[in-house]
C-alpha cells in the first residue's frame, strides 16, 4: 500500500546543517563574496544545502519519514513529438551500468527501481504541508497532477535533449512508485520544442492550457516560450536556462541557470595556472544556433580577462560538414588549446577533422555535453584526452545516493538509456517541484508556487550537481576538470570542485 508523501515528515538535517558549516568556511576561499559554495577541499559532503532562504515558510523541519514500497500509479503522458509518461513500479529488476573499471565512482551499480531515504527519498525528506483545502486548477484533477517538459528531441540534431524528457519522466516514476502529492500521482506531458524558438512558443502554449507547471525542460532556443510562460503565470522549473529572455522571465527559474553576462572564473584560471602557455594561443569554435553565439562571446572576454589568448574564435553552422578549414585555422594560428561549444556529434566531427590533418594541440577542452557515453563510442581514439569541465560528479559515482537514484529510474522508465548533463538537472528540477509542491500541501497554486522557487537558494540536488542559486537565477560559480583516459571519464582538478569569483562581461544578459 503506498503512502502518501503529503504526509510524511522527515529526518533530521543535522547532517545538511554540518554540510553548510563545511560551504560557509569555504566560502572565503572560494572567493565568491557573500556566496555560498563549496571550495576545493578534497573529502567534503557532496550533499546539498538545498531549500529556502532562512526566514520563509519553508516547511525544511520535521521527524523520520515513512518509507513507500507500493506498485506504481497509473499515468499516460501526452505526446507531441515524444512517449508518453510512463510511472514504473519501484521494485523493479535489472541492474543499470556499472561502473567502469578505474573510474574512481566508487559503490555498486544500483539495481532499476532504487529506493531512496530521508533526503533522497522521492519527497525530499521535507515537512509536508497540511492538504485541508486543496483545490484542483489547471493541469490539476482528483487524480493527477500534470507536468508538461518541453524539449527539443527533433531539429538538426535529433534526440539531442531527450535525456531531459528521460529523467522527468524517471522522477515521476519514483514519485508515482513510492506515494503521491496530495492523493495525486504525478503525470508528464511531453512537448518537442524542434529546436526553434516558435515550437518552443507553441509548446509553451499548450503547456499553459494543459499542465500546472513545466519541468526539467531543455531547449537551445528557450527565448520562444519564455513571454508565453510568464504571461500565463505557468511555473517553469528547467533543466537549464541558456537565454537572456528565459531567465528574465519571472515565473521560470532552473536547476541550472546561466545568466549569460556572468561566466565564471575557476576554470580558466586553473589552466592559466596549469598550462600558462597553452592559454596564450587559444582557437574557440562554437555552433552557430541558439545561444551558444552570445555565450560564446561572453566566454572569451571573460576567459581573456583571466589571461587567455583567443588567436581564432569562429561560429561553425549547424549545416556544415567540412571542417577542415576550421581546423587549418587553428594549425595556421598556432592553437595550443582548442575549445568547442555545441553538440557532441558535431565535436566529433571537428576531432576526425583535427586527426585528418594532423593536427593535436595540447588541450582539447569542452563543457559538459561530451560527457555522455555516446560521444565516447562515437568519438573513439579521436576522444582521447579530451577535458570538461563539469558541474556534476562523475556518472558512475555511485557513492553520491542521488546519481544512484537517477540511473536507477532512468533504466526503469527507459532501458539502456544513458545519464548526462540535461538529465542530471533535469532530475534535480524534477525533485525541487516535487518538494517544493510537498511543502505547500493544500496552499499549492501556480503563484504560491512561483513564490516559492524565488527564495530557492544553494540547491544541489542533494549533491547531484554544484550549489545553484535557483531563485537567484545567477551561473553557478564551480566546476570540475575531468578527462577522458582509456574510454573513461576520470576528474584531474583537486578537491569537490573548483569555485571563485565570476566576470561580469557585460554580454548577452
Not at 534526440?159 to 522522477?171: D, L, M, P, V
Not at 528574465?248 to 572564473?265: G, H, I, R
Not at 544513458?418 to 517541484?433: C, E, I, K, M
Not at 510537498?438 to 544553494?458: S, Y
Request: proline fraction near 5%; charged fraction near 15%; charge should be negative.
Amino acid at each position: 500500500m503506498t503512502t502518501s508523501l503529503c504526509t510524511r515528515s522527515r529526518a533530521s538535517r543535522a547532517r545538511r546543517g554540518v554540510v553548510l558549516l563545511v560551504v560557509v568556511a569555504a566560502a572565503s576561499l572560494a572567493a565568491c563574496g557573500s556566496r555560498v559554495a563549496p571550495a576545493t577541499i578534497a573529502g567534503s559532503s557532496g550533499s546539498g544545502v538545498a531549500g529556502v532562504a532562512p526566514g520563509t515558510d519553508g516547511g525544511l523541519d520535521g521527524a523520520t519519514p515513512g518509507s513507500g514500497t507500493g506498485p506504481a500509479s497509473a499515468g499516460a503522458g501526452g505526446s507531441d513529438g515524444g512517449p508518453g509518461s510512463t510511472s514504473a513500479g519501484g521494485t523493479g529488476t535489472g541492474t543499470a551500468p556499472g561502473a567502469a573499471p578505474g573510474a574512481g565512482g566508487g559503490g555498486e551499480a544500483p539495481g532499476a527501481g532504487a529506493q531512496g531515504e530521508g533526503e533522497n527519498a522521492a519527497d525530499g525528506g521535507v515537512k509536508a504541508g497540511s492538504c485541508d483545502g486543496f483545490e484542483n486548477q489547471v493541469g490539476i484533477t482528483d487524480d493527477t497532477i500534470t507536468v508538461a517538459n518541453v524539449s527539443d528531441i527533433s531539429g538538426p540534431v535529433p534526440g539531442i535533449f531527450e535525456s531531459a524528457q528521460q529523467a522527468t519522466r524517471a522522477y515521476a516514476a519514483y514519485v508515482n512508485a513510492t506515494g503521491d502529492i496530495c492523493g495525486r500521482s504525478l503525470k508528464v506531458l511531453d512537448l518537442d520544442s524542434r529546436s526553434d524558438a516558435g515550437a518552443d512558443q507553441q509548446a509553451y502554449a499548450r503547456a499553459c492550457e494543459q499542465a500546472f507547471a513545466a519541468v526539467g525542460s531543455m531547449s537551445a532556443f528557450d527565448s520562444g516560450g519564455a513571454r508565453t510562460a510568464e504571461e500565463c503565470g505557468l511555473p517553469d522549473i528547467r533543466s537549464y536556462s541558456v537565454n537572456g529572455d528565459r531567465t528574465a522571465c519571472t515565473t521560470c527559474f532552473a536547476a541550472y541557470a546561466v545568466q549569460p553576462d556572468l561566466v565564471p572564473n575557476a576554470m580558466p584560471q586553473y589552466w592559466a595556472k596549469k598550462a600558462p602557455e597553452a592559454v596564450k594561443s587559444v582557437a574557440m569554435f562554437y555552433v552557430n544556433a541558439g545561444a551558444a553565439p552570445a555565450n560564446a562571446a561572453s566566454f572569451r572576454a571573460a576567459w581573456e580577462k583571466n589571461g587567455w589568448d583567443v588567436k581564432v574564435f569562429e561560429a561553425i553552422d549547424t549545416a556544415e560538414f567540412n571542417y577542415a578549414p576550421y581546423v587549418q585555422q587553428a594549425k595556421d594560428a598556432g592553437a595550443r588549446l582548442v575549445n568547442y561549444t555545441g553538440p557532441y556529434q558535431f565535436t566529433v566531427r571537428l576531432q576526425q577533422a583535427m586527426k585528418q590533418q594532423g593536427f593535436e594541440p595540447e588541450i582539447f577542452l569542452q563543457d559538459a555535453t561530451v560527457q555522455d557515453q555516446r560521444y565516447v563510442d562515437e568519438a573513439g581514439a579521436d576522444g582521447e584526452g579530451t577535458y570538461v569541465y563539469s558541474q556534476t560528479p562523475l556518472f558512475d559515482d555511485y557513492s553520491v545516493a542521488e546519481m544512484k537514484l537517477y540511473r536507477s529510474w532512468l533504466q526503469q522508465v527507459d532501458p539502456g538509456a544513458q545519464p548526462n548533463t540535461y538529465g542530471v538537472f533535469a532530475w534535480s528540477a524534477a525533485r525541487l517541484f516535487v518538494e517544493q509542491a510537498i511543502a505547500l500541501g493544500g496552499r499549492l497554486t501556480r503563484d504560491a508556487l512561483v513564490q516559492r522557487m524565488a527564495r530557492v537558494e544553494d540547491w544541489t540536488g542533494n549533491g547531484i550537481h554544484v550549489p545553484q542559486q535557483v531563485g537567484a537565477e545567477t551561473t553557478a560559480d564551480c566546476a570540475s576538470i575531468i578527462q577522458l583516459r582509456n574510454g573513461t571519464w576520470k576528474k584531474v582538478s583537486p578537491g569537490e570542485y573548483l569555485c571563485g569569483s565570476m566576470t561580469n562581461t557585460g554580454l548577452g544578459g
